[in-house]
């Protein structure tokens, strides 16, 4: 013990620990950039697909309307073992909360088998964790404590595993939104261009979201959904309000609500789109403004503990080897 106290406060191994860890981020704040792949292919053929997929179960819905016969399903199934787990102990009723459907599609995740996933990764994720941790304690691990310790750190660790789940898919609405967030206000511009122009709002949508995807691939794919959905849905106010619920942000929502008024009360679209607009890009500005209001408390405390010590040995560091030097 004494031992590693020594060595926990020995100035050559803590700055060789605090170099190592000042290497390590540079390192992964230059390499995340350089392996971020670009998946605005897959995604724009995702949406081909997806869009083929409203299509053809629409028409389906009125083939079926005509004969009365079964609808078939067009949706992509989940895999057969995790619905089969998932059915057998009825995990739909027990873990999947109100509300989940919708943070779902949030995240991108939209359909029965991103819900058959997210309650699947619920039962599976805590139970790996338990036993990873128990044969890592009792196994591989040497440790001193009594068995019963040992079993209270695995199940706490299990415990963790039950939220893990709700903090990832949060962590992935938060990203998409902020992506959404960042580039609703140009997607308005383009869409009031597109309006005003004389193009349709089912081709300004589809315009925009071709010429917006460079900036945010999320916000280009709801814009291509909610096309489709506008192309082959009976209720064009569903279109929009789906669209709303999927991104979950409320300047979204307003301009959605904009459009139904649009359409139930033949309201001009471009001047709704022009103010709307204009709020989005203040909104915008605000937060921008927010975030370098508080900068400076931020920046206390690194400068304190990184920036105060050099300035001191710069400034009083000679006078120090001076005194020295006399003595």
Same mark, same amino acid.
């Given at each position: 013990?004494?031992?590693?106290?020594?060595?926990?406060t020995n100035p050559q191994? =803590?700055?060789?620990?605090?170099? *190592?860890? %000042?290497?390590? !981020?540079?390192?992964?704040? @230059?390499?995340?950039? /350089? &392996?971020?792949?670009?998946?605005?292919?897959?995604?724009?053929?995702?949406?081909?697909?997806?869009?083929?997929?409203?299509?053809?179960?629409?028409?389906?819905?009125?083939?079926?309307e005509n004969q009365h016969?079964?609808?078939?399903?067009?949706?992509?199934?989940?895999?057969?073992?995790?619905?089969?787990?998932?059915?057998?102990?009825?995990?739909?009723?027990?873990?999947?909360?109100?509300?989940?459907?919708?943070?779902?599609?949030?995240?991108?995740?939209?359909?029965?088998?991103?819900?058959?996933?997210?309650?699947?990764?619920?039962?599976?994720?805590?139970?790996?964790?338990?036993?990873?941790?128990?044969?890592?304690?009792?196994?591989?691990?040497?440790?001193?404590?009594?068995? =019963?310790?040992?079993?209270?750190? *695995?199940? %706490?660790?299990? !415990?963790?595993?039950?939220? @893990?789940?709700?903090? /990832? &898919?949060?962590?992935?609405?938060?990203?998409?939104?902020?992506?959404?967030?960042?580039?609703?206000?140009?997607?308005?511009?383009?869409?009031?261009?597109?309006?005003?122009?004389?193009?349709?709002?089912?081709?300004?949508?589809?315009?925009?979201?071709?010429?917006?995807?460079?900036?945010?691939?999320?916000?280009?794919?709801?814009?291509?959904?909610?096309?489709?959905?506008?192309?082959?849905?009976?209720?064009?106010?569903?279109?929009?309000?789906?669209?709303?619920?999927?991104?979950?942000?409320?300047?979204?929502?307003?301009?959605?609500?904009?459009?139904?008024?649009?359409?139930?009360?033949?309201?001009?679209?471009?001047?709704?789109?022009?103010?709307?607009?204009?709020?989005?890009?203040?909104?915008?500005?605000?937060? *921008?403004?927010?975030?370098? !209001?508080?900068?400076?408390?931020?920046?206390?405390?690194?400068?304190?503990?990184?920036?105060?010590?050099?300035?001191?040995?710069?400034?009083?560091?000679?006078?120090?080897?001076?005194?020295?030097?006399?003595?």
């Amino acid at each position: 013990m004494v031992e590693l106290l020594y060595t926990l406060t020995n100035p050559q191994f =803590l700055f060789a620990m605090f170099s *190592a860890i %000042a290497v390590a !981020a540079t390192v992964f704040t @230059l390499a995340v950039p /350089l &392996l971020a792949k670009n998946d605005l292919a897959a995604r724009k053929k995702r949406m081909a697909v997806e869009r083929s997929s409203i299509r053809a179960r629409e028409r389906a819905a009125l083939a079926r309307e005509n004969q009365h016969g079964p609808r078939p399903s067009l949706r992509q199934q989940p895999k057969q073992y995790m619905q089969n787990i998932v059915d057998q102990f009825d995990l739909k009723q027990r873990l999947l909360a109100d509300g989940t459907r919708d943070k779902l599609a949030q995240a991108g995740e939209r359909g029965e088998t991103a819900v058959v996933r997210y309650i699947f990764s619920r039962l599976v994720i805590p139970i790996a964790l338990f036993l990873f941790t128990l044969v890592y304690l009792f196994g591989i691990g040497d440790f001193d404590q009594p068995p =019963l310790i040992r079993i209270l750190i *695995a199940v %706490a660790i299990g !415990a963790v595993g039950v939220y @893990l789940p709700n903090v /990832l &898919l949060k962590n992935r609405i938060q990203k998409r939104q902020l992506s959404i967030r960042r580039a609703w206000p140009d997607a308005l511009d383009l869409m009031l261009i597109c309006v005003e122009s004389g193009m349709s709002i089912e081709q300004a949508f589809k315009k925009v979201a071709d010429e917006v995807a460079v900036q945010s691939i999320p916000l280009a794919e709801e814009l291509a959904l909610v096309n489709a959905e506008l192309s082959y849905l009976n209720d064009r106010r569903k279109a929009y309000e789906n669209l709303g619920r999927r991104t979950g942000l409320e300047q979204v929502k307003s301009v959605m609500t904009s459009l139904i008024q649009a359409d139930s009360y033949g309201t001009p679209v471009g001047q709704a789109l022009r103010v709307l607009g204009q709020e989005s890009r203040d909104m915008r500005m605000a937060e *921008a403004e927010k975030k370098a !209001a508080g900068l400076p408390p931020k920046l206390t405390v690194p400068m304190i503990v990184f920036f105060l010590p050099c300035l001191f040995i710069v400034i009083i560091g000679p006078t120090v080897i001076q005194i020295m030097g006399v003595d």
